[in-house]
């Protein structure tokens, strides 16, 4: 596959999803075993496992969330194994997200729908503790791609797929060393105080750290 065709702006790096390939084709399928991807975020990542799956002929089921009908991966109506799910974004103050986080536990009733703040507002691509209005997902997924929203309402995510994923199962973060000046997201403290994870690559743009340039992930696999 040609990695390099799926990154355009904003989104996974093409390197990121030689690591998604390598997991795929390492991962065991057969009629009784399914392979369960949970992505926030959905756009060109979207498009590379839609073509996987088309590519590969394993028995592969798409979750994909998303707020932006505009830029999220388009005609999901065309593959049956892709549920899109596109809405608008909620969410709470800064002392219900730190609870929450603490807590280890999503709390629906102190989220509201967000403000979405118009894009080239310079604080675009910080907003905060907003997040997908997540409804309904399965028992268990082999792999989690966390690339979206905006912000640092990301962690959130961990809230909602902690009891979803097992031993082996895949964790991707994107932009993983997100801040909002001095105000650190801390994508990879959380997680790890939420879900028992390892280690297993941290990509970062050793040119130029900020994460606004891309090539910054990190993998991770839960214990």
């Known amino acids: ?5 799926y990154k355009s702006g904003p989104g996974l790096d093409f390197l990121a999803l030689q690591h998604l390939y390598n997991y795929l084709e390492n991962k065991d399928n057969d009629e009784s075993s399914d392979i369960n991807i949970l992505e926030f975020g959905s756009g060109f990542s979207t498009q590379f496992l839609v073509d996987y799956k088309e590519f590969s002929g394993k028995t592969i089921y ?4 998303d707020n932006d009908p505009t830029w999220c ?14 809405a608008p974004l909620i969410s709470c103050n800064e002392n219900d997200f730190n609870r929450q986080i603490k807590n280890k536990e999503y709390d629906r ?8 703040l118009p894009y080239g507002h310079p604080k675009y691509w910080r907003q905060r503790n907003c997040f997908y ?4 997902l399965k028992e268990h997924y082999d792999i989690v791609i966390v690339d979206g929203p905006n912000g640092n309402g990301r962690s959130l995510s961990y809230l909602h797929f902690k009891d979803k994923v097992s031993r ?21 403290e959380y997680l790890k105080n939420i879900i028992p994870v390892k280690e ?6 050793k040119s130029n750290p900020s994460w606004e340039l891309g090539v910054n992930f990190a993998l991770f696999e839960v214990i």
């Open 73 to 86: 991966f388009q005609n999901a109506n065309k593959y049956p194994f892709l549920n899109l799910n596109v």
């Open 200 to 205: 297993i690559y941290i990509h970062e743009n």
């Open 1 to 5: 596959m040609n990695f390099q065709k």
């Open 109 to 116: 009733t102190c989220f509201s729908k967000h403000i979405n």
């Open 133 to 136: 209005d997540v409804k309904e």
């Open 62 to 65: 798409i979750d994909s969330f």
């Open 168 to 188: 082996g199962s895949f964790i991707l973060i994107d932009d993983h060393n997100s801040k909002d000046d001095d105000f650190d997201y801390k994508f990879i």
